[in-house]
């Protein structure tokens, strides 16, 4: 019954992954890895009684492989990823799924070859318990059509390689994921706007960034992008329809009171936030393995992401409004 | 001591003013009143022992009269404050100062040339417990540059002749005087965005519109006006700094637990949200009228609060960023 | 129109009130005050244009005196509340009615002697927002029959005068009355525990005490008085009934996020806590004396807190249930 | 690597820890199950591939069992500890350790003879985020000693087979470890009073009542249980301490404001509230049985609840204030 896995990249979250594959989740078992360092692979092989391959696609064309786990550098993801699905592998890759919209496509069109799902995108977002219950209330019809979001995304801080861009591919990414799948809407146009930046910042960097965003129906969303807030990991989302609105809950912590007031703590980091997400994604797609296929974000969530992400990188250079021009969604991608 | 007043305009809000200038707030006498309702102006003298008179110019005039309050229709606003200005009687004259910046100016030259402050605006946000501690937060320096503001303006609903228009004129420009006030910065610029219309709404009117607002320093500040969102009347206002955020309150009410969950009430209109404001709004006022003229919102903030909406309106008949043109700011007007 | 007061004492709380009914309530002003110390009586009486008078009994008699408010010396009270009803002027009594259940049934008989309520007792509580929607709440019928009530009064710290015996007399008589006023029901047993104590106390203070109440009907109140716990001036009260519970809100106030976690501030003290309970308590007084008499909390309200507060006192020194003993309540006090 | 594990008694709780060893928690294999239906045992046992034993003492005796699970009826779960610990094997036994004090001191004889730590007790609220943020915050020092706790359990409802004696032995239990685990002293005496009952109940039933707790260093801890309270499942717990205060967080969950107010659910059972709780237990359990033995809550924590629900079972019955009786702690059960 055991789903044996894997793993491609064994990096920061790839060993955390291996680590929830490992000693979280039931029902599978890290076989494979292979990173670039290959001695970081092979120690990261050793502490959980895998074998270290040269590269992603021994791991992929091994036969002890049951499915296969992406973790590398966002440029290589593409490959690895179709090499799964031609070898007809289930394949979770960590966003993005791929970092130019051609190759998304070509994973989607590989993976309709296929015949079936294999691919699952690493949008984890969808799994947290909060998101969850605004999902509920959102599909309830209680609340009437949703007309706007509004959403914040803060870091405490980067490091001083984060570019621009990324507040879009890197940190954004997320929120977009979360909109279509919230509104089970596309996004039809980008924009980005950039206040006045933060004093704790890097020369290059545009922080905060505010970016807008509009779907198919005329729904306004719009994100706070904060990487240096300084404060803390902050994830805020509201969605105001026509009879009500709802908001995500912050995480419960506990609430002491001093001489300094009335105080709860704010998380982190996001492993913090969203490490039972995680563990729920993992555990759910374990078992999907078992029971027809992958039901989280799939290959189209992942091309939907990579080209509004593409558009709204446009519009952060150009300070326009961008059109997203996604290709028509194949029936095999319409729940 | 007492502080006697002339009321202009016996409406919902010229009679609730007489109210509290009579019941609540210690010091002042209602002592004239008109109305172009003369009916209306003569029940509403008899109620509070003042005498009612044939006109507002006749207000002014009337010796009888130390200070005058104008809650006539917006567009005799202008003639009223000049007039009092030329008397040299404080005049506390409700949003709008005026319904064109033009008029606006000539408020600006007749207060500068009568030498000392005579005007004060009715923007009460100024005077809630709730904005008031924003602003200590934002005052006290811990939080560094303010760089983004989230607030939204909902009501319950609104009655079939409001217009689009209304929602920048009538409704968000509490929170254009807000944001300035908060900041201590001008506005720049305007844009305002259309989301999809919720079905509760009237056929000419857009609602919810969105709208952006940048000033000086390049802070963004977006506004939700949401006028028909059903659920009662909620006012929403986030500051993000460089070191931390600061949140208005939500107004305390009894928490309930019921099988239905959790609840707390949400207030149903403005009054029940800023009659405190308004208590003390008055109390202010006459108690500075002892004291060496008005410390509220001037007619300088009436200007630009007029200058803004302009912009605003006209942002939201193009969908255009549209520019505010202010004036330099006279001497007189620094604090 | 105008009632003019007669002020007995005018130490920290009557000149609070002196100012209240100056410069914050309208329709009332104090014409006489008296105090054992005359140099302040004389000072208090010019800053707001009253005269100073020798004694208590002066100001009674006073024949431009409407109405009273007593704020002397607790052990003071009774003879001046007796001397008011006898010259037939309703009096406002700060807490306590009297110091004895005695002096409190002589007043409840000459109350009743002049046919008509003149006595009030400064229970601020009831006019308190939060406490108003809480008895609305049970009022409102949705929760049932009340079953349990959880209190706690806390301060920030005490002066070393401050006895074990306060704690009962002057502390917990606050939600000895909020607890009659919200159940409508008497108290008829009172215990207190006396926990570990505080380090942060004196030598001869019991502190943090646990009280608790039963009720007619079997209600049991539990309350923690903690009069030196540090961190502020902290009012909770939750009531737990057949269907649901209802709590007091905490005051609002601005939501800061920064790198220390989550915070709102907390009150300092019962001023800042009760400031808007106290003026609306003397506004409504000085209506009510236009319109039929005082509708706050009567003389019985103030014998009950008598009684009670002398169980709770024994109750204290033996560590034993003690019964309250209460007199039939005559119909002149039936609502 | 994996912990084959023997379960004793399929009924509710045994099945919902035999799903989190085969479907959540890694590292666990359930091998062979038992129940006094002996169906029952034979159809859970095929579901996950475990073999079904007579009886309890075959469960213990199979070599293949390296660790034991008695979810048992609770006069069973002395004798089967008493069997595992004879046989060297670790032991999770749920609430309670014994029926009687007697038995659990049989027991505490037994661990120590065999020399090592065997048996853990089944509290899962040490393992629930929130109580654990608690810990940290008392455990942090900056709060000062612990004066007072203010507790509550509240369930929706019970089932008529519920008796008076239950809400201190099943119910109460939870809240009895909790208080010993936060506060890290011993409990010294209990008392119970019943308040008013509610309708909601059976007429056997004391429900709700008010337990008072005192510990070594005189802690005062108050608790409310409420069985029958209908709006759901609810745990509160407030520790004041001589520097501030720290309350349990409410469970997450999305705001949803309509016209009914603002609303967030509240849980309806203990499996919703401590599900990631429980899980947690057996994860931490079965890591621990790796890594030198249990680090639960121990045997001595079993035989303490069983001494002070018996006290509160007493004092129950009697309306008296009980004294507990505990043994000398054994240096063996000393952190």
Known sequence: MTVHIGVIGTGMIGQDHIRRL???????????????????AAEVAARVGARALPTGQDVIAD???DAVVVTSWGP????????????????????????????????????????????QVG?????????????????GGQLGHPLLMHCAHRNASVPESYRS???????????????????????????VLTPRRTRHRFAHLADP??????????????????????????????????????RLPDPADAIVKTATGQRTGVLQDWKQRFGAAFDLEFAEWIASLH???????????GYAAAVITDAATEALHTGRVVSVRLKDRPDFYRS
Chains 1, 2, 3, 4 share one sequence.
């Open 76 to 119: 290589t993801h593409a490959e690895y990823v179709l090499a799964a699905t031609a070898a007809g592998k289930p394949v979770f890759c960590e966003k993005p799924l791929a970092t130019t919209a051609e190759d998304c496509l070509r994973i989607l069109e590989a993976e309709q070859a296929a015949g079936r799902g294999l691919v």
């Open 22 to 40: 490992t000693d979280v989740v039931t029902g599978a078992d890290v076989v494979a890895v292979t990173d670039v360092d290959a001695a970081r």
């Open 63 to 65: 036969p002890a492989v």
């Open 209 to 246: 960034q505010f970016m807008l965003f509009e779907t198919e129906s005329g729904v306004r969303a719009d994100l706070e992008v904060f990487v240096n807030c300084q404060y803390g990991y902050d994830i805020q989302c509201e969605t105001v329809c026509e009879s009500g609105t709802v």
């Open 165 to 191: 861009e990324m507040a879009v591919q890197d940190t954004a990414v997320h929120e977009i994921d979360a909109i279509r799948w919230l509104l089970g809407e596309e996004i039809v146009s980008a924009q």
């Open 291 to 301: 029971d027809g296929g992958p039901t989280g974000p799939s290959a189209w969530d």
């Open 123 to 139: 949008f984890m977002r969808r799994y947290d318990p909060g998101y969850r219950a605004v999902k509920r209330a959102l599909d």
